[in-house]
């Protein structure tokens, strides 16, 4: 497996703004890496600059074997801004406004169009798109001279929930056929269901990066309901390693080990006299893993 990308310290700070601070990663050829991650926590910020968008205060980054801070576009894919097309153009017109701005030849279009399952709307105009061809157009643009490696920013932003799964699908699509793909998202559901990675971000620091699955076994999810809430607290008060992730009235949601069986618990529970209702230990979801990153 090659490393297309490799990312090594990076960091931008917008005045005394930290957007980025330190990030380190590698993405391999094959992976669809989520960088997951709040509203302003740097996502938009990281792509940019791998794009050649903006320059990093420091650390760098490098595509392929390209030196350092250097970027193939024609090599890359990418959707980082709002897409501009021609409303009153076709489909097929659009791409060749695309494939000159990037210097690629116009035998280029096709092949893309195809990929994005536009074929049988080449010549009908974009202003009768809907919003999720809209955005498979803009990801054929992206697909334009066959890259090895595309890079979206929240692609599946402002779409209803049609274009959501159209988007979704494409990119499981893509990346069956061999494409990899870097995806900003700030959906969980979202980076659980299409990326094989993801790396975590919180106000510019990764908090995590790993494979999804990996990560959703690193730990598991006991969910309790109980008649007395004081007993259970006394118990986790004594045992620091369980994580209250949430609690509503009697009921709890704890992060605990992967290796924690459901019996060890009921002896626990029953020494400490807490009388249990409901209790079910289950794997973890990306959403309690990235509310307990996030949180700390
Ligand atoms: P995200 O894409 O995850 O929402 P951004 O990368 O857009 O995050 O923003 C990260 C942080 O940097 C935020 O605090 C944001 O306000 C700040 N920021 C982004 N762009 C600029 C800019 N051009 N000038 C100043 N601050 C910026
Ligand atoms: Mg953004």
Redo the contacts with the bound molecule.
Sequence with gaps: MHALLSINNLTKN??T?E??CNFTLEVVEGQVLGIL??????????L?ILMGL?YPTSGHFTWFNTPPNHVPTTRIGALIEVPTFYPYLSLYDNMRISALAKNISYNAIFPAIERVGLTPNLKAKVATFSLGMKQRMAIAQALLGNPKIIVL??PTNGLDPEGIVEVRNLIKELNAGGTSIIV?S?NLDEVQRTCTHVAI?K??HLQAFGGVNELLTSAKVAIVEVRNPENLIDFLNSNPTIEVIERVGNSFKLLVNKSEHQVTFITDFQNHGIAVNSFEIRNLNLEELFITLVRK
């Design positions: 917008y005045g703004t957007a980025l991650g709040p509203n302003g926590s740097g996502k938009t910020t990281l940019s903006r920013d929240e900003a700030h971000l106000k510019g």
